[in-house]
């Protein structure tokens, strides 16, 4: 029962226990009720619990690590971190009368400060709720692919055709090794290409474009 008694100013100041439930504890500022019961949320490594400020672990924890708010833990929980709602119901019929069982929460939403927003959905086909969250993270610039192209459109293809009719092939007798022939050939029909379709650099923004 120590826990019900330990001040916590970060949060709650005194964690008062539920004067209606003996085995339950509430903290008001965080809307959170927690089972007392030693039994249920015992933990051995204290390694499970969840990270403080500067070692931040984005996860879900169970309610057991609730009771380390009672424990002088300073930890990176906000207030949007927290579903107000209950998350589960059970209901048994027993031979007299219906016993309606509530858990206010059953999970606690850690991720630093990228969850801007709980709540909590009816699950149709469960007494468990699905516990949604609205994370915040910034989209990633759009980092746009550059290429280097020429403008091969029709009349630049006719004006390339022509300045190549009008190089003088005489010349490649000058030379005698087959590859200074085909050098002098691809320099004279580089340089006109070159001059008619030069070297551009677009940027592409479809990425799906030349992948």
């Given at each position: 029962m120590s826990l019900a008694l330990f001040k916590n100013s970060a949060y709650d100041g005194v964690l008062d226990q539920n004067p209606f439930n003996f085995g339950h504890f509430n903290f008001p500022k965080l809307?959170?009720?927690?089972?007392?019961?030693?039994?249920?949320?015992?933990?051995?490594?204290?390694?499970?619990a969840p990270k403080q400020s500067g070692d931040i672990d984005c996860s879900v924890f169970a309610c057991q690590y609730a009771k380390y708010f009672g424990l002088n833990k300073t930890f990176d929980f906000f207030k949007d971190n927290i579903a107000h709602k209950r998350t589960e119901m059970s209901k048994e019929i027993l031979s007299f009368e219906i016993s309606l069982d509530k858990t206010q929460i059953d999970l606690l939403l850690h991720n630093g400060d990228l969850v801007s927003?709980?709540?909590?959905?009816?699950?149709?086909?469960?007494?468990?709720?699905?516990?949604v969250a609205k994370l915040d993270?910034?989209?990633?610039?759009?980092?746009?692919?550059?290429?280097?192209c020429r403008n091969l459109s029709s009349v630049n293809i006719l004006k390339i055709n022509l300045l190549i009719e009008e190089i003088d092939f005489q010349q490649i007798r000058n030379y005698d090794d087959i590859n200074e022939?085909?050098?002098?050939?691809?320099?004279?029909?580089?340089?006109?290409?070159?001059?008619?379709?030069?070297?551009?650099?677009?940027?592409?923004?479809?990425?799906?474009?030349?992948p």
């Open positions: 809307n959170l009720m927690v089972d007392g019961h030693a039994s249920l949320w015992e933990i051995s490594r204290n390694d499970l927003e709980t709540d909590v959905i009816e699950c149709p086909f469960s007494d468990h709720h699905f516990v993270i910034p989209k990633s610039p759009n980092i746009f692919k550059k290429i280097e022939k085909w050098i002098y050939v691809k320099n004279k029909i580089t340089e006109i290409i070159d001059y008619v379709l030069p070297l551009r650099k677009i940027t592409v923004k479809n990425m799906n474009q030349f």
